[in-house]
């Protein structure tokens, strides 16, 4: 690999480079379990990029190698809106250090957003839901979600970072429900600190408190799009009558005189 990672040399004494001299790491990002985030400059498309080093798998050259080659291939099949992209995977081979290339998130990080109008905040969720439901219908797990993952572009629509990179770590498999309840959690953290939690419909509240009932994240979306008829028409269905409303996405009574 032409060049070496920042972190392992002295001084920036010459550029740090990748893929063949395409990509021009610049800075570091952050850092985490999941190993250290840089920016780079891919000098094909002239754009920024993420490009995440990932700490060496268990057995790196045997199984725990090639398991986390194949989710790095999955990953670059998920195209999805709420989902940042990843564009291509690198190293491997011969020791190299495994790296992800993502699109550079762009807007803020949720946890920076909040706290967040309930509808609004049952809306990122609905979203995030749909993100998550459409990764585990491809056999992508998160397995590691929280607000941090979670990015608000201009239009105030939530994209999902660092996606199947945490399954290959895990001690045991992420289970779907997992994923599905880390985003009412991340729910839960947008509403907590609002003074008008008593106000929330029924059928919200039933989600906040039952983070560990779904069984999918598309279970999850049809009980939030239950939530938000009931935000969004409290005249026509009071609140009261979404209390029976069960969280497998059925439609809720009708209202009562």
């Known amino acids: 690999m032409p060049g070496v990672c920042p972190r392992c040399r002295d001084g920036p004494l010459e550029p740090a480079l990748l893929a063949g001299g395409a990509l021009e790491?610049?800075?570091?990002?952050?850092?985490?379990a999941l190993g250290v985030v840089y920016r780079a400059r891919d000098h094909r498309s002239g754009c920024?990029?993420?490009?995440?080093?990932?700490?060496?798998?268990?057995?790196p050259g045997g199984a725990g190698g090639t398991r986390l080659d194949c989710e790095l291939r999955a990953l670059r099949s998920l195209r999805h809106p709420g989902i940042?992209?990843?564009?291509?995977?690198?190293?491997?081979?011969?020791?190299?250090?495994?790296?992800v290339v993502s699109e550079m998130p762009v807007g803020r990080a949720l946890p920076r957003e909040l706290p967040l109008p309930t509808?609004?905040?049952?809306?990122?969720?609905?979203?995030?839901a749909d993100a998550v439901a459409y990764a585990h219908a491809r056999g992508v797990v998160h397995g590691d979600l929280g607000a941090g993952d979670v990015y608000l572009d201009g239009r105030?629509?939530?994209?999902?970072?660092?996606?199947?990179l945490a399954a290959p770590f895990a001690e045991a498999p992420p289970r779907l429900e997992g994923d599905a309840a880390a985003v009412v959690h991340i729910l839960a953290r947008a509403l907590a600190v609002r003074e008008d939690q008593h106000l929330l419909p029924p059928?919200?509240?039933?989600i906040l408190?039952?983070?560990?009932?779904?069984?999918?994240?598309?279970?999850?979306?049809?009980?939030?799009?239950?939530?938000?008829?009931?935000l969004d028409r409290p005249a026509a269905a009071p609140w009261r009558a979404f209390r029976g409303v069960s969280l497998d996405g059925r439609e809720p009574d009708e209202p009562r005189p």
């Open 209 to 230: 408190a039952s983070a560990a009932s779904f069984a999918s994240a598309a279970d999850l979306g049809r009980a939030l799009a239950v939530a938000l008829a009931a």
């Open 203 to 206: 059928s919200l509240e039933r």
């Open 156 to 164: 105030g629509r939530p994209r999902i970072v660092r996606f199947g």
């Open 119 to 128: 509808r609004r905040a049952v809306v990122i969720a609905a979203r995030m």
């Open 48 to 59: 920024h990029v993420a490009v995440r080093f990932l700490p060496a798998p268990a057995d």
């Open 25 to 32: 790491l610049l800075d570091e990002l952050s850092r985490d």
């Open 84 to 99: 940042v992209p990843v564009i291509e995977v690198g190293g491997g081979a011969g020791g190299e250090e495994r790296y």
